[in-house]
Every structure is written in structure tokens, then in C-alpha cells.
């Protein structure tokens, strides 16, 4: 299992790697980051100095390896934009990001397992049918509608929302979050049901589950401890992915509703070309997405043992 | 095997989603705030107290004046610091702020300032002329601070070789007493006094600085201002209350101002109508939501229109054949239909068809040879360039990325085929977009803008036309006009002592930049304010649009009634 980890996490470095050096190559094609820093108006005196402040006058080469030699020092560099480390930029709009994600996660878990346990319970009824098609429907609807549309429909003209932010208090900031944890998670709602719906119909018709309804045992709980359990298996590599994607934010969704998280910040470094802040927060989601995977490799070799010695 | 529901099922389900989603649509269709929801309590007279509650939809940078150049940072800072002098609200003439009084020496050269007695920073640092001078180079240190503002200074007596790190200090600032300032400049410049409005020059106190070092003060800022920093949670909301230790005791009016931070234009205008915001401007509304908004007759009187000063055009590169001769560049001009496109925009800007826009000095709305639509002399224009049939081939217009410049970028594509220019339109990220056209030879054709850094001709003028501002890289006359008559003119205009005199040079500038068209002039933006009906702002700066020194709140708040209009 130790190597098994080890592996993965040297693959995982590995693609880091490749993910900065490849994002750094591409921002070198974006523009003059001294613009983004001074702004149009500034004179050429200005311009050098802050050439020679950020060390933009050097080679590629030299800039190249000067930003790799802090980031393995952990170092993501400095913003052009708000002349801070990207670091701290980052570090402080991680936990709103988080937020965000473990609440949107958790709907989506608990909501898509919930609904595909019942339509596969309730195979071949009225109930089946309409779990399936309000999922094919949500699938196909992106996130920057029905963020929308909840924008429009729940806060603005019902009310019952605020209209985007982040809100004071804590408390306030998880009310601030539920609609665009909604708006994210409803695609994936959608995806978990269909996915626990199939494997369970699939393992509801196994022997061994025919042997507990020939013990007498309760639907009910043939469905939740024998059948669930076993449909997890799939769901918590998805979970594992879905977790490493949210790492970075919603983009999109952050957007929509003011959600001042990683997401939010990665979308107005790229229109500023911040190039410390784009890199820092492509290699930190690259480093989430990494650990989604790993974990949920290691989950699921906890889970089946033939992933392990394979 | 496994098994899917049956497809009349599916077909049920879908049936019944969608009849929900056109239920909420149907719901939806009922403005819930056809008029404000509360209106003031009746007061005529200003008072004391309450919180204003605006937003943006950027975030925000810094605090620290020495840098801070991009609308927001300037609007907040503006509140944390005062300058020597401000614009006066009502005339748009200097007017001392922190100076008690200025004079201009007998050389023309010479600014003595006196400051007001027992000034003090918010955290009850005093500030007095020395104070003042450390700040002052500070920003004009190159290795303390990247300032994007020096360049409004260089003609201090030893600002350069002090910005070079040749001179301990700037020979050309001496503070013979606590309170008084002496600024020697190189050469006469009527402009100078413009510069010490601006944030840049504003005092910060530099031992606080030391101690906290550049990038805390950008966050954690001690002015001199009417307000002072309450908290800023990044990325989300910057709060700032009464500074209870300001020059001016009768301002500010308000307790606190709260400006939410990145909050997208449609979120703006749903909060503002909701009466969560207390102030929306024209960056804050969609075409769809100024529509809405001008259609529901409560809301009307609360809408209120001014010029902008600003103009927008299309920069043409000397430079460039074919736009090289200067019967092509005019035929370009008259070819576009400034009407339609203003209309295009509901009216929220005007045909401009000079280099001045209105509220400038200098403003001559009859400017001989003013570009308007004409597209039978636009084809005359091309025919004495030898294009009868218009020009050959397809031009490059460079735009910035954003559905206002695409609009525009398409109008122009259909006004300008019609006369036979064919262009392309080609968009580039703002920064992709500076470095390409303040390039030399790079560009010849941008769709661009100035808006004013303070109320003066010489500030569109020389920095769009001089020809020392046309350089190899970053140029700031972007359509690289050069023109010895010209740059003569504008550099005895810049040290004209008469106003008059002055301004009729300008003018007369103008009217050589209008006659050989390095630009296409197109309009003038209006900038339109929506305030709650509690909201009164008084007057505020002609030039930093979002001052709320002067903004009070008439409190307690009631629900509105239509009577409540003004």
C-alpha cells in the first residue's frame, strides 16, 4: 500500500510540474504584465523600474528558473495586480472556497444518492420515471442558467436568498452559500443519482440480495445496508474528482453570485494578467485535483482489494 | 441487465419539469420593485449619520495612494486622504484642501504652499511640511514604491536625479517652516497645480510605513481624510467610518461608507433595486436594466444624467499607409454615423465630433471642421486619396474585450463598408491590447478612449497628439501624429500664464488635430447616477465622480409613496 501510495504521489508531483511550467509558458504569450501593473498612463522611467522590481528585465530562462526554485520553496511569488504573495491571496480565499465545496459535495451526496436509492427502489414506477427525467433535465441545463435563474426566481423576486456576496457572520456566509452550493451541485445531483440508481437496479438483482429477501429481511434494509454500500464504490471515485475540481472554485459559479473565493480570483487574474496569481492558482488546483485522485485511489483500494495488489 | 424507465415515463417527467419551469417563468414575470422602496424621512437640511452602501464590480487593489491609479482604488483612497488642493464642486476651480493657501511666484516657477494648522493623521500623527516632504518622496522613489504617477512631477527641480537615486533628496521642495512648502519647478507649467490634487501627491505617514512595511499600508492605510479605514475582507468588502480626527469638522456627513467588492453589474442593479444598495451608477446597469429602469415613472426622478469627461474614437496610425494621408483618415471620420451609434447605446453617450468633450475647458461645441457623418464627402475624401473605389483590402481594428466595444466594433464595420473601408475586427485582453497599439507601426486602427486625469486640456491634447509622447513603445499618442506646429503651440500653451490666452491656444490645437483627423472622434460618454429617494449627495467633485464627502442620508427611512419624489 506504501508503495502504491508513493507512486502516485511522485506521478502527482510530476504533473504539477508539467502543469506550471506549461502555464508559465503560455502567460508569457498574454502580454506585457508591466501594463497590468502601472496601467496605461505611466512613462518609461516608471515602466523599467518596475521591470527591474519584479525581475521581468531578466531572460525567460532566468525568470523560469527563478520561479521554480521558490516554488519548491513553497514560494508562489508575488501579485502584480495587488502586490501581495499569491500565497496569502490564495490562503484567504481558500476557506470560502471550501466552503463552498463541502456544502455543495454534501447536497450533492446526500440528494443524489437519496433520489437514485428511491428510483431504484421504486424501478418501472411514476416515481422512477420522474427521478430520471428531472435528472436528464438537470444534466443538460449549464451552471450560468440556473445560477441565473435561482439569482432572479429565489432572491430577487421571492425574496428568500440574498442577491450574491459573502456575507459578515459565519452563519451568514454558509446562508450567502447555499445558492450557488446549489447552482454547482445540481449537475452533479443529477449525474449521482443516475450513477447510484444503475448500480443499485444492477445489484438488487444479485443472488446475494435474493438471499436476504428469501431470509425475510425489510426492503428497506436490504437497499441501505446490503445493496448501498456496494453502489458506493463508483460514487466515492466520482466524490474523489469532484472534490479535486472544486479545489480551485467554480469559476463560473463564483462569478455568478460574488463568491470572493480561489475561483473569483482566478477568473479576474487571468483578465488582469496577473501571470504569479494565475500560475499559483492553476498549480494549486492542479495540487487538489491531485488529491482528489489520490484519495480516492486509496479509497478505493481501502474499498477492493484487487486495486491494491493489481 | 440493466433496466431504464419507460420513455413515456421519461417523457411524463420532462413534461411536467418544464411545465414548473414555465410556472416560475410566468411568476417571474411581475417586477417586485416597480417603484424605490423606502423614501427619506422629508429633510430638507443636511444631517448627520448613517452608512452608504455602494458597490463595484472590480476588486480592489491598494490603499496606497502612491499607487493607486485604476477607479476604485482612487474612489476609496480619496476618502482615506486629502491632497493640497481639490476641485471645487461647484465651479471645477482649484481650491486649497489641506494648503490653508497657495501662491505661484513671480517666475512662474515657484509654488508656496501653507498647510492648515494642526493637521494630523487618523491614528494622531501630526502632519507638518517636513511630514509632508518624506511622503511626497516617497512616491517619488522608484525603489520604495512603484508609483504610476511620477511623470506628473518630473518638472520638480531634482525630481528626476532623485528618482535616479543622483540625489539624496529633491533639491526643488524646501520647507522653510512647520507649516509651509516650497515646490521650484525646471519650467513654467500650468498643470502643476493639477498634479497636487491628484491621490498621488497625497501625505502618508512614512515612520508608520517603515514600520509596517509597502505591502501592509497598501492594506492597513493611516490618512489624512475624512474617513478612515474600518476593515477591508479581501475580495469581498471594504468598510470605512468617520475619521473623528479630520481637518473639517463639518464633513464628512455620513458614519461610514461600505463599498462591496466585485459585486457583478446585474447582482448591482437587483441589490439596488432591493434597496440593499443605496447608490447604482451607469457601470452598474445593463442596456436591459437602464431600460427597465427609465420605464417605470417612480424611478425616473431619481435618475440623474452628467457628461463624463472622456472621449472615444478610433486612433488611426499616421504612420500607416494607407492611413498615412490624411484624405483617408478624414473620409474614415466622416463616414461614421455618431447618431445611430449613440443611439445604439439608449443615449447614454453624445456625438462628439472634436477632441474636447463637454465640461472640459476649452470645449468649443461649433469646432470648425468637426467630424460629423457624411458619407458623400467621406468617398469624396477617398477619391482625392486615388481610392475611387474605396480602399483595398481589409484593416485591423484592435478593440478590448467587452460587449460595449463589440457593439461599437460592429457599427463602425457597417458604416465604414459603405463608403468602401472594409475592417476586421480584432479583440484583444486589455494589456495585449496596450502593448500592441502604443507600438510603433503595429496598430492602424484602435478603438480607444482618454478620460481625464484632471480637468485641463493639455491633459487630452498634449498627451494624445504631442509628438513626444509618440515613442517606439507604450506610447501614449497612439495614433503617432507628429506635427512641429503643433508641439510648438501646445508647449507654449503649457506655460501661458493668461487663462484666456491659454485656452484659446488650446483651442486653437484643437482645431489642427480636428482638421488632420489622427482620430476619429465618435462621443462622449453620459454618466448616470440612480440614487434611493433617501440618498442626497450634494455637490461632488467634476472629477472623482464617487466623492461622498457631501453625501447625507435622510433617516429614519419610510416606505416610499409616490408624493416623495423631487
Given at each position: 500500500m506504501t508503495s502504491f501510495i508513493l507512486r502516485r504521489v511522485l506521478a502527482a508531483l510530476a504533473i504539477i510540474w508539467a502543469v506550471s511550467t506549461l502555464t508559465f509558458v503560455v502567460t508569457l504569450k498574454l502580454g506585457d504584465p508591466v501594463a497590468t501593473i502601472l496601467g496605461p498612463r505611466a512613462n518609461a522611467r516608471d515602466r523599467e523600474n518596475v521591470r527591474r522590481y519584479y525581475g521581468l528585465d531578466q531572460p525567460t530562462y532566468v525568470q523560469y528558473a527563478r520561479y521554480m526554485g521558490r516554488l519548491v520553496k513553497g514560494d508562489l511569488g508575488v501579485s502584480y495586480r495587488y502586490r501581495r504573495p499569491v500565497s496569502q491571496l490564495i490562503g484567504e480565499r481558500f476557506p470560502r472556497t471550501m466552503l463552498l465545496a463541502v456544502m455543495s459535495i454534501s447536497f450533492e451526496v446526500?440528494?443524489?444518492?437519496?433520489?437514485?436509492?428511491?428510483?431504484?427502489?421504486?424501478?418501472?414506477?411514476?416515481?422512477?420515471?420522474?427521478?430520471?427525467?428531472?435528472?436528464?433535465?438537470?444534466?443538460?441545463?449549464?451552471?450560468?442558467?440556473?445560477?441565473?435563474?435561482?439569482?432572479?426566481?429565489?432572491?430577487?423576486?421571492?425574496?428568500?436568498?440574498?442577491?450574491?456576496?459573502?456575507?459578515?457572520?459565519?452563519?451568514?456566509?454558509?446562508?450567502?452559500?447555499?445558492?450557488?452550493?446549489?447552482?454547482?451541485?445540481?449537475?452533479s445531483t443529477a449525474a449521482y443519482a443516475r450513477l447510484a440508481r444503475n448500480e443499485l437496479v444492477e445489484i438488487l438483482q444479485a443472488e446475494y440480495i435474493r438471499?436476504?429477501?428469501?431470509?425475510?429481511?425489510?426492503?428497506?434494509?436490504?437497499?441501505?445496508?446490503?445493496?448501498?454500500?456496494?453502489?458506493?464504490?463508483?460514487?466515492?471515485?466520482?466524490?474523489?474528482?469532484?472534490?479535486?475540481?472544486?479545489?480551485?472554485?467554480?469559476?463560473v459559479t463564483e462569478s455568478i453570485f460574488a463568491w470572493p473565493g480561489v475561483g473569483r480570483l482566478a477568473f479576474d487574474s487571468v483578465s488582469g494578467l496577473d501571470v504569479p496569481v494565475i500560475v499559483g492558482c492553476v498549480i494549486f488546483g492542479s495540487f487538489g485535483i491531485q488529491l482528489g485522485n489520490l484519495l480516492s485511489d486509496v479509497a478505493y483500494a481501502f474499498l477492493d482489494p484487487r486495486i491494491r495488489h493489481g | 441487465?440493466?433496466?431504464?424507465?419507460?420513455?413515456?415515463?421519461?417523457?411524463?417527467?420532462?413534461?411536467?419539469?418544464?411545465?414548473?419551469?414555465?410556472?416560475?417563468?410566468?411568476?417571474?414575470?411581475?417586477?417586485?420593485?416597480?417603484?424605490?422602496?423606502?423614501?427619506?424621512?422629508?429633510?430638507t437640511a443636511e444631517r448627520r449619520g448613517g452608512v452608504l452602501r455602494v458597490a463595484f464590480d472590480t476588486d480592489l487593489r491598494t490603499l496606497d495612494p502612491a499607487q493607486a491609479y485604476d477607479e476604485l482604488s482612487t474612489a476609496i483612497v480619496r476618502h482615506l486622504n486629502d491632497t493640497l488642493l481639490d476641485y471645487d464642486p461647484q465651479t471645477g476651480e482649484l481650491v486649497p484642501m489641506l494648503a490653508e493657501r497657495f501662491e505661484l511666484g513671480a517666475d512662474h516657477k515657484t509654488y508656496t504652499f501653507v498647510l492648515r494648522p494642526n493637521l494630523v493623521f487618523s491614528d494622531g500623527t501630526p502632519l507638518d511640511s517636513r511630514a509632508f516632504v518624506r511622503s511626497f518622496e516617497r512616491m517619488l522613489d522608484p525603489q520604495k514604491v512603484p508609483c504610476p504617477g511620477t511623470s506628473f512631477y518630473h518638472l520638480i527641480e531634482g525630481a528626476e536625479a532623485f528618482g535616479e537615486h543622483r540625489a539624496p533628496h529633491v533639491t526643488g521642495i524646501t520647507t522653510p517652516d512647520a507649516r509651509t512648502i516650497v515646490f521650484r519647478l525646471t519650467q513654467a507649467d500650468q498643470t502643476f497645480l493639477n498634479a497636487m490634487a491628484m491621490p498621488f501627491s497625497a501625505p502618508v505617514p512614512v515612520d508608520y510605513v517603515a514600520r509596517v512595511g509597502n505591502d501592509e499600508f497598501a492594506r492597513n492605510p493611516i490618512g489624512v481624510g475624512p474617513f478612515m479605514l474600518e476593515r477591508w475582507e479581501a475580495g469581498s468588502r471594504v468598510v470605512l467610518?468617520?475619521?473623528?480626527?479630520?481637518?473639517?469638522?463639518?464633513?464628512?456627513?455620513?458614519?461610514?461608507?461600505?463599498?462591496e467588492l466585485s459585486l457583478a453589474r446585474h447582482l448591482q442593479f437587483m441589490r439596488f433595486q432591493r434597496a440593499d444598495l443605496d447608490h447604482a451608477n451607469d457601470y452598474a446597469l445593463t442596456t436591459a436594466d437602464y431600460l427597465s429602469l427609465t420605464s417605470q415613472p417612480a424611478w425616473r426622478p431619481f435618475i440623474e444624467r452628467k457628461p463624463d469627461i472622456a472621449m472615444y474614437g478610433v486612433a488611426i496610425n499616421c504612420e500607416l499607409p494607407p492611413f498615412d494621408n490624411v484624405h483617408v483618415r478624414r473620409a474614415l471620420s466622416f463616414a461614421i454615423d455618431r447618431d445611430a451609434i449613440a443611439r445604439s447605446r439608449n443615449y447614454r453617450i453624445r456625438p462628439l465630433g472634436g477632441l474636447y468633450p463637454p465640461g472640459l475647458p476649452g470645449y468649443d461645441p461649433n469646432v470648425p471642421g468637426a467630424h460629423e457623418y457624411n458619407p458623400d464627402r467621406a468617398r469624396a475624401e477617398l477619391r482625392e486619396a486615388g481610392y475611387r473605389d474605396g480602399l483595398p483590402g481589409e484593416h485591423d481594428l484592435w478593440l478590448t474585450e467587452g460587449p460595449a466595444a463589440a457593439v461599437y466594433g460592429q457599427l463602425l464595420q457597417a458604416d465604414l463598408s459603405r463608403v468602401g473601408i472594409r475592417i476586421r475586427l480584432k479583440f484583444a485582453s486589455f494589456p495585449v491590447f496596450l502593448e500592441m497599439t502604443q507600438r510603433r507601426r503595429a496598430v492602424a486602427l484602435s478603438y480607444s478612449g482618454w478620460n481625464m486625469d484632471f480637468p485641463d486640456p493639455s491633459n487630452f491634447i498634449d498627451t494624445l497628439f504631442h509628438s513626444r509622447n509618440a515613442t517606439e513603445e507604450h506610447a501614449q499618442n497612439q495614433s503617432f501624429y507628429r506635427n512641429p506646429t503643433l508641439d510648438a503651440l501646445l508647449d507654449r500653451a503649457r506655460i501661458e500664464p493668461d487663462r484666456a490666452r491659454r485656452i484659446a491656444m488650446y483651442q486653437e490645437a484643437e482645431r489642427i488635430v480636428v482638421r488632420d483627423a489622427p482620430w476619429a472622434f465618435m462621443f462622449t460618454p453620459q454618466r448616470i447616477e440612480i440614487e434611493q429617494p433617501y440618498v442626497h449627495r450634494g455637490a461632488y467633485s467634476p472629477v472623482y465622480v464617487h466623492d461622498q464627502r457631501n453625501t447625507w442620508l435622510d433617516l429614519p427611512l419610510r416606505p416610499f409613496v409616490q408624493e416623495a419624489r423631487r
Open positions: 446526500i440528494v443524489g444518492v437519496a433520489l437514485g436509492a428511491l428510483a431504484a427502489a421504486r424501478k418501472g414506477t411514476r416515481t422512477d420515471s420522474a427521478i430520471m427525467a428531472g435528472a436528464f433535465v438537470t444534466m443538460s441545463l449549464p451552471t450560468f442558467i440556473t445560477g441565473k435563474v435561482f439569482l432572479l426566481v429565489l432572491a430577487y423576486y421571492l425574496g428568500l436568498f440574498p442577491i450574491g456576496g459573502y456575507g459578515v457572520t459565519w452563519l451568514d456566509h454558509i446562508y450567502h452559500a447555499i445558492l450557488p452550493a446549489l447552482a454547482i451541485s445540481l449537475l438471499t436476504a429477501r428469501a431470509k425475510g429481511l425489510s426492503e428497506g434494509v436490504i437497499v441501505l445496508k446490503h445493496a448501498l454500500r456496494n453502489a458506493l464504490l463508483p460514487i466515492v471515485t466520482s466524490l474523489g474528482l469532484s472534490f479535486g475540481a472544486l479545489f480551485t472554485g467554480a469559476i | 441487465m440493466r433496466s431504464t424507465p419507460r420513455p413515456e415515463r421519461a417523457l411524463e417527467g420532462i413534461a411536467l419539469a418544464a411545465l414548473a419551469a414555465l410556472a416560475s417563468l410566468v411568476a417571474a414575470c411581475r417586477d417586485p420593485y416597480p417603484t424605490p422602496r423606502f423614501s427619506g424621512a422629508g429633510s467610518r468617520r475619521n473623528p480626527r479630520y481637518w473639517n469638522s463639518s464633513r464628512p456627513l455620513l458614519d461610514g461608507v461600505v463599498y
